[in-house]
């Protein structure tokens, strides 16, 4: 399997501008997490989906950030219009169950916001 | 006061050195605890993952949980160079409606030098 799988791997795009985020968990894997990892707040969940439903989306920043899952083997994280303040690395992980089952990350999305 | 608490080091050891690596959280309801890797530019991977108080070890890797201090370790034996990455704990709840949700630590660098 190749893992789970982001695009794309950096983005650079002004203040103002939308920004969309890929995920293609793997397969078979029931729950999708997205996460944010800044050097100041570390890494944060900001929401997860139970096949492809949204389960808790208390992490969401504001409405700004918006997440969907229209199928098990894709999910999108947008954020419109996109600050600087949301320059992260921007994490997709899945796992089979949200229980005792191993989240896995993928490479991540490096996201600049000018 | 962060849920989840770990000093982010940097930590510097020679190869070969015994690594300990810690945080304390501040929420009883925590029930499973987990360590992950890091390495520069990549999504963390799990390490280790313990259920409730008690000791589990794996190799070189130790994990130790105390919840009555509310308190986990990860002891690295016979360090590596191949060992230099950032640790992060993580831990969740037995039940509810968010128990697949990760609160992570901040990270601990750790550069094991030859």
């Known amino acids: ?114 | 006061q962060k849920e989840v608490e770990q000093d982010p080091g940097p930590l510097s050891v020679p190869e070969g050195a015994i690594v300990s690596l810690n945080c304390t959280y501040s929420n009883s309801a925590f029930q499973y605890f987990m360590w992950y890797r890091q390495y520069s530019r990549k999504g963390p991977e799990l390490l280790m993952y313990t259920y409730s108080s008690g000791n589990k070890e794996d190799g070189r890797f130790t994990a130790q949980v105390d919840k009555s201090s509310k308190y986990i370790s990860l002891f690295i034996r016979d360090s590596q160079p191949s060992d230099s990455a950032t640790y992060l704990c993580a831990m969740r709840y037995a039940g509810g409606t968010s128990y697949g949700k990760l609160t992570f630590g901040q990270g601990t660098i750790l550069t094991v030098h030859p």
């Open chain 1, 1 to 114: 399997d190749a893992g789970v799988i982001q695009s794309p791997r950096h983005e650079v795009t002004e203040m103002g501008q939308e920004v969309t985020l890929r995920c293609k968990p793997i397969s078979g894997h029931d729950y999708l997490f997205w996460y944010r990892q800044t050097m100041m707040r570390g890494l944060e969940l900001l929401i997860y989906f139970n096949n492809n439903v949204p389960i808790d989306d208390s992490g969401m920043p504001e409405d700004r950030f918006s997440a969907k899952m229209p199928n098990a083997s894709f999910s999108t994280l947008k954020i419109q219009p996109s600050e600087p303040r949301d320059s992260a690395v921007y994490f997709c992980a899945s796992s089979l169950t949200a229980g005792g089952d191993t989240q896995y990350f993928g490479p991540g999305t490096r996201l600049t916001v000018l």
